[in-house]
């Protein structure tokens, strides 16, 4: 149910229904999602393609800016399936000679008019919930592949598991789509920094960088997670808070300001002394009250 209907209910505030939802999930009495909560029990569950359109949809359009700019004209990339690649897909329509290898039906939608970019799509069965091809045949149409970098989401990301998702066919494809590629880049909203699902996909010592948002003040889950992602060498991508990302008294568009503050990473290094790198928006870097320790530790990040 969403904050809204809950306060409905109860009759009482959203702010009410926001602090007692927090309370109950640490009761283990309930899952907190994006603008609502859901019964306990996520391990085994994923909701299908219109129900994740509209969730943090904001969130997602920052990150896509974001990611955009770690892709290169002439580069072979893969990108997987999800609501957030399909949006950085949309933003790979203007980089030429790009050549894009998926198996989202949704990111080869979105890139099927781009001239200059080349799509190569896997074999493999349609999987209706979230539009993408799975299965052996998808999964053997990628041997022998070897692209610079890949781009892909999922249904939760912790520290301890790295990326995970609710489906064992998409987990094998993306395991596939991470050993063709000599980086992996994984984008995934706030909500899901601290989430684990029933099926790995790439372990935190594989993924070379982040790109998330902002977590929410009173979100301590999500940046406690970045913190210790950071910790064990992930390089961390934040984009700005939605409708304030480009910050006051900037020059040039908010992605190119963050793109030069997040180098391109060199070869794979494991362990914490991979150096972090973390690009914010202005509106971020705004925060208050209990903002302010979420803020230290986003700039003991940078320092790094």
């Known amino acids: 149910m969403s904050l809204r209907e809950l306060a409905r209910v109860v009759q009482t505030s959203e702010v009410t229904v926001r602090r007692d939802v927090r309370a109950l999930e640490a009761e283990g009495l309930l899952d907190r999602r994006h603008g609502g909560a859901v019964l306990p029990g996520g391990f085994t569950r994923e909701s299908g393609f219109p129900q994740k359109s509209h969730l943090a949809t904001a969130e997602k359009t920052a990150i896509a800016d974001l990611a955009a ?80 970098r890949a781009f892909l989401s999922g249904s939760g990301l912790t520290a301890e598991r790295g990326l995970s998702t609710s489906n064992m066919l998409s987990a094998s494809v993306d395991r596939a789509l991470v050993q063709a590629a000599a980086e992996v880049v994984v984008l995934a909203d706030h909500t899901k920094l601290g989430t684990d699902t029933m099926f790995q996909t790439v372990p935190t010592d594989l993924i070379t960088r982040l790109v998330t948002d902002e977590p929410p003040a009173h979100d301590d889950r999500a940046a406690t997670e970045l913190q210790a992602l950071a910790d064990q060498g992930v390089q961390i991508a934040v984009a700005g808070s939605p409708g304030g990302s480009a910050g006051a008294g900037g020059e040039g568009p908010p992605s190119a300001r963050q793109r030069r503050d997040v180098p391109l990473p060199g070869p794979r290094r494991q362990g914490p002394a991979l150096r972090t790198a973390v690009a914010l928006g202005a509106a971020a870097e705004q925060g208050h009250g209990q903002g302010a320790e979420r803020a230290a530790r986003v700039a003991d990040l940078r320092r790094r």
């Open 69 to 148: 700019n770690f892709v290169e004209e002439g580069e072979a990339i893969v990108v997987g399936a999800g609501t957030t690649t399909q949006e950085l897909a949309r933003r790979l329509a203007r980089v030429p000679g790009l050549t894009v290898v998926t198996n989202s039906l949704l990111v080869a939608q979105a890139l099927a008019h781009a001239n200059r970019v080349e799509v190569v799509m896997t074999g493999g069965t349609l999987r209706g919930s979230n539009y993408a091809l799975v299965g052996s045949g998808a999964e053997q149409s990628l041997q022998g592949l070897r692209v610079s």
